[in-house]
């Protein structure tokens, strides 16, 4: 049974992060609240505690997890951290900041997919920063779905991918940035955007300096997760570009009211189920929610409206093609 607690997310109960930071020492499972989105964790230092995040997902052993700490003097438990690094972290965390750095030798190989590298985070939510506190202990933690389905921003949408595998569920709310954090290769000579996030590369950008783009071949060779399909709801999804074209295309495939749309823009027709969101914050902070609320309901097929890539954008562009992915 997960024994689930809901949580002041401003100030969070003491006795129940102390609780749930020791469970967490134990080698068992922990859901948590971040800033982005809920995350599964486990004592980052045991293999074996690792070892039953993977289980729980259904996650390919070659998709290396994100481990998360909660200061930036807490950064040299995991990783080696250069100048550069350090000047990063203290800018931008505790926030939606990954950065993959070489990893010390005692960090697990499962945590890291055998690759040299960590990637590390400092998540800026009270209820995580607290757990990692009480427990006294890196912390693995990928984000607390089922491998392939979108990342949950609620205790609700942990529980129904997750069931019972989490030992403890600290229950806070909806999370507020909705999106992962960036993640940035930060070993090699010049930082590589591995995944646009929750931190928006025109503000890295400002302090780090040019940031690489990669091409996508070079991106599976640096970023081995990227490969699998992520972010799937289960009907569907086709994406609206600057075009109405698509719109001729679903009105092939289903009557209006089959039709559920996500968005900014306003459907050039009515659908059955529309979430419209007021700016771009908005959409990335609801988007998950929606496609998880849209695919229970009775539709034959969903259309998400592409925003510009600017600031949060560029991540919700992302999540939107990886949805859409039919393979
Ligand atoms: O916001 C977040 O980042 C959330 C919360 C829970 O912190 N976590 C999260 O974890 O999104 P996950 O496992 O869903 O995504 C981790 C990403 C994957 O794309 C993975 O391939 C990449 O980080 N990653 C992890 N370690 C890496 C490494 N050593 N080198 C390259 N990429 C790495
Ligand atoms: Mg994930």
New binding site residues.
């Given amino acids: 049974m997960t024994i689930r607690f809901r949580l002041d997310p401003e100030s969070p109960d003491e006795r129940v992060l102390a609780v749930a930071g020791r469970v967490l020492r134990s080698g068992r499972l922990v859901a948590f609240p971040?800033e982005?989105?809920?995350?599964l964790g486990a004592n980052a230092l045991s293999s074996e505690a690792v070892a039953c995040i993977f289980a729980a997902k259904g996650r390919p052993a070659d998709?290396?997890?994100?481990v998360?700490v909660a200061s930036v003097e807490d950064v040299r438990q995991v990783a080696r951290m250069d100048h550069r690094a350090e000047v990063l972290f203290r800018r931008f965390a505790p926030g939606?900041l990954?950065l993959?750095l070489p990893?010390r030798e005692d960090v697990p190989e499962n945590v890291?997919?055998s690759?040299p590298?960590?990637?590390v985070?400092i998540?800026a939510h009270p209820v995580a920063l607290g757990l990692l506190r009480y427990c006294g202990c890196p912390v693995a933690?990928?984000?607390?779905n089922s491998s392939g389905r979108p990342?949950p921003t609620t205790a609700e949408a942990v529980a129904e991918d997750l069931g019972n595998s989490p030992a403890v569920l600290l229950d806070g709310g909806s999370t507020v940035l909705g999106v992962?954090?960036t993640?940035v290769?930060a070993v090699s000579e010049t930082l590589t955007l591995?995944?646009p996030?929750?931190l928006p590369l025109e503000e890295l950008e400002a302090v780090a300096g040019k940031v690489l783009l990669p091409e996508t071949a070079q991106l599976l060779a640096?970023?081995?997760?990227?490969r699998h399909r992520h972010y799937a709801p289960t009907l569907p999804l086709f994406l609206w570009e600057e075009e109405d074209q698509v719109w001729a295309e679903v009105a092939a495939l289903a009557r209006p009211g089959e039709i559920g749309y996500v968005g900014l823009r306003e459907p050039p027709f009515e659908c059955g189920v529309v979430r419209r969101f007021a700016h771009a914050d908005a959409y990335a902070a609801g988007l998950f929610g929606a496609l998880r609320d849209l695919e229970k309901c009775a539709l034959r097929l969903l259309v998400a409206d592409m925003p510009s890539s600017f600031r949060i954008g560029r991540a919700l562009r992302d999540r939107l093609r990886r949805a859409a992915q039919r393979s």
């Fill in positions: 971040t982005t989105v809920y995350g998709n290396p997890l994100i998360h939606p990954t993959v990893a890291r997919a690759l590298t960590v990637a985070r998540p933690a990928p984000s607390a990342s992962e954090s993640v290769d591995l995944r996030g929750g640096h970023s081995p997760g990227t």
